[in-house]
């Protein structure tokens, strides 16, 4: 049995996935012209920088002239991602949409890897976030497990672990009193097949069986749309995604760590389903390869070279 869901929220991070790990250069103007293009396909939350030290992730390094130079159109959200507290102080002095979120680890050696903090530190970081949060009126809308299928550093990881990591970042929600709008269960350097996301979505279900989650998926080892595929035939209804496949973390120990699923394709496959994006592909296929042009090397996006089925459809029928 499946539970497809009618319509599904695509949460779009080319522009901070893909040009964090680019060696670019990549000129601020081209992080802002992919930024507005991306906003004029029907995508209603972009996130288009990270305020992260830029000695670790240079090429975020003009991460509040991104931010500022946007021209904004009425009803997308312009979001970014911070990993500390330096890090919010930076991005609230921007006109990006900032919320709040709560994140941590399965694996407690990524987390050392990407923050500097086991898991024990990252909590204790994130209770100083939300009191930050709390004093500066940012809403709180999410919590995210990164790591939540696997990691290079320490191997499978087992579902149970993945479970108390979304009860953790429940229950310090709740010691805020805030509830989270979801959850996301990241596959943060490409560990999972579609077995297991139906294992790890499945024991978070059967736990907290009114709980919205999400997931965040990379495609290192090419099972990326599989994998989206089981989350939707699991009733998920939320997906980060990349366009044109940019992206991957750099610190997952592992240079083929590939970015998210592609947001083109992912598109392609839900519309195929009748599952509403309310995402205009063509023009997202001309983002792809506006993406490909300002990097300058080949990106792994399908549709953006195979294009839309829509002419040919309409060729049928002449």
Known sequence: MTDLPKRVDIHEEGPRE???IEPGPISTADKVRFCEALAETGLHDVQCVSFVDPRRVPGMADAVEVAQSIRRRPGVHYSAIALNLRGYERAIQTPLDITGGLQMSASNTFSI?????????????????????????????????????????????????VRDCVGSL???????????????????????SPASIQRVVGLVRETWPSLRLALHLHDTRGTGLANALMGLQMGIDSFDSSCAGLGGCPFAGHRGAAGNICTEDLVFMCEEMGIETGIDLDAL????????????????????????????????HT
């Open 285 to 316: 296929i001309e983002c792809a390869r506006m993406a490909e042009d300002i990097v300058a090397h080949p990106l792994p996006g399908k549709i953006m070279h195979g294009g839309s089925l829509t002419k040919y459809r309409q060729g049928a």
């Open 18 to 20: 893909g040009f964090q």
């Open 113 to 161: 890897r990407n923050t500097n903090k086991d898991n024990a530190e990252t909590l204790a970081e994130q209770r100083r976030q939300l009191e930050f949060f709390r004093d500066r009126g940012i809403p709180v809308d999410s919590g995210i497990v990164m790591t939540a299928f696997g990691c290079n550093f320490e191997g499978g990881i087992a579902p149970e672990t």
């Open 170 to 192: 429940l229950a310090l929600a709740d010691e805020f009193g805030i509830t989270l709008d979801r959850v996301r269960l990241a596959d943060t350097v490409g560990w999972a």
